[in-house]
T-cell receptor, first 109, second 113 residues
Framework: DAKTTQPNSMESNEEEPVHLPCNHS???????IHWYRQLPSQGPEYVIH???SNVNNRMASLAIAEDRKSSTLILHRATLRDAAVYYC??????????FGAGTTVTVRA | NAGVTQTPKFQVLKTGQSMTLQCAQD?????MSWYRQDPGMGLRLIHY???????DQGEVPNGYNVSRSTTEDFPLRLLSAAPSQTSVYFC????????????FGQGTRLTVV
């Protein structure tokens, strides 16, 4: 499994963008990059995924480096409901999600 | 769709007792899995299944058994509960396609005394 490196924590003000980096330098060419988040006392929730191209959905954007060794999850306008632990997960052929420690995002009102 | 349903939500066991955590999904997903999450930690994979009749071990399988007789259900059995199994347990399901999302249940908080 590809190893990932994420900052332990990040803070943001409400209504401001949040850029969450993830380093996955050992990712294989066919691994998808998934992002999940876990709100307090809840199960993980899918955020977004991509393979090579940048991706957008209603929750966030995912920017993937050209060499695929890193990616950045972008929350365009953070709200208090976005306070959570965010996990970056390269997903390989075995479909097993491997959760690291993630990044704890705090949003200030 | 109810999604992924886990029961019970809370459970207290005495050391040595056995019990089954239930997980059901109504999305016709092939892939189902069980994770545990200890305080302040990420999730760790216990067992998973890629379809009815097929199960395999994850990262921390000791002390747990699973079976998958139907597509919908994937119960997790604790054979003889130990305090080290105190944790929050999450069940997840997804289509067996890497580009699609996984859905998680709300968790079962288990305390072994």
């Amino acid at each position: 499994d590809a190893k990932t490196t994420q900052p332990n924590s990040m803070e943001s003000n409400e209504e401001e963008p949040v850029h969450l980096p993830c380093n996955h330098s050992t990712i294989s060419g066919t691994d998808y990059i998934h992002w999940y988040r876990q709100l307090p006392s809840q199960g993980p929730e899918y955020v977004i995924h991509g393979l090579t191209s940048n991706v957008n959905n209603r929750m966030a954007s995912l920017a993937i480096a050209e060499d695929r060794k890193s990616s950045t999850l972008i929350l365009h306008r953070a709200t208090l409901r976005d306070a959570a632990v965010y996990y970056c997960i390269p997903l390989s052929n075995d479909y097993k999600l491997s959760f690291g420690a993630g990044t704890t995002v705090t949003v200030r009102a | 769709n109810a999604g992924v349903t886990q029961t019970p939500k809370f459970q207290v066991l005495k050391t040595g007792q056995s019990m089954t955590l239930q997980c059901a999904q109504d999305m016709n997903h092939e892939y189902m899995s069980w994770y545990r999450q200890d305080p302040g930690m990420g999730l760790r994979l216990i067992h998973y299944s890629v379809g009815a009749g097929i199960t395999d071990q994850g990262e921390v399988p000791n002390g747990y058994n699973v079976s998958r007789s139907t597509t919908e259900d994937f119960p997790l059995r604790l054979l003889s509960a130990a305090p080290s199994q105190t944790s929050v347990y999450f069940c997840a399901s997804s289509y067996s396609v890497r580009g699609l999302e996984a859905f998680f249940g709300q968790g079962t908080r288990l305390t072994v005394v």
